[in-house]
């Protein structure tokens, strides 16, 4: 069955530094992969997706993914970390075959720190 | 451009009553809709989701129900409210398809006491 995970629940960074948030996937098929971005006592936004084509898609709010299909891997990245930025990440996975339906991962709390 | 409402913003119920929560698009026809439930501390379950009037798939056995009464209408229902019902209920739309990304409402924290 596909399923996608996040490691590190809690991801703690310095404010302008380098954002990292990891996600993987497995997937017996090819996958379409998002990110999205929740701010307290809200609904998801989205950030950026892959479909096809370019393997580095570049989303909302600086942040960036690259789809690499030899590790699995959709990581999302920020050159620069804000305070703005803190708030709790998804990432997500859907299919061919997976009846329109989204997959989330557990979700990563970004926390920034002056 | 497309906008998801959700309502009541909060609700605070006891043990054993009913629950309706409304959700509804406009801007688009005939989305795929769908129901989250968030619990404290935990990522997002998959509760219903429909893919046109009256049909609807439900995720996980529980003490809840859905209904798509219209086409961009959706309603999450209960007859009775348990303890474990509490949580942050969002509900989203996508277009018909395996690509295209869904776009969530501001939800509904219910809390059942």
């Known amino acids: 069955a596909q399923s996608v995970t996040q490691l590190g629940s809690h991801v703690s960074v310095s404010e302008g530094a380098l954002v990292l948030l990891r996600c993987n996937y497995s997937s017996s098929v090819p996958p379409y992969l998002f990110w999205y971005v929740q701010y307290p006592n809200q609904g998801l936004q989205l950030l950026l997706k892959?479909?096809?084509?370019?393997?580095l898609v570049k989303g909302i709010n600086g942040f960036e993914a690259e789809f690499k299909k030899s590790e699995t891997s959709f990581h999302l990245t920020k050159p620069s970390a804000h305070m703005s930025d803190a708030a709790e990440y998804f990432c997500a996975v859907s299919w061919a075959g997976g009846g329109n339906k989204l997959t989330f991962g557990t979700g990563t709390q970004l926390k920034v720190e002056l | 451009s497309q906008t998801i409402h959700q309502w009541p913003a909060t609700l605070v119920q006891p043990v054993g009553s009913p629950l309706s929560l409304e959700c509804t698009v406009e801007g688009t026809s005939n989305p795929n809709l769908y129901w989250y439930r968030q619990a404290a501390g935990r990522g997002l379950q998959l509760l219903f989701y429909?893919?046109?009037?009256?049909?609807i798939s439900s995720e996980v056995p529980q003490n809840l129900s859905a209904s798509r009464p219209q086409d961009r209408q959706f309603i999450l229902s209960s007859k009775k409210l348990l303890l474990s019902d509490s949580g942050f209920y969002l509900c989203a739309w996508s277009l018909a398809g395996i690509a295209y990304e869904q776009y969530f409402g501001p939800g509904t924290r219910l809390t059942v006491t």
């Open positions: 429909s893919v046109g009037i009256g049909q």
């Open positions: 892959y479909t096809t084509g370019a393997t």
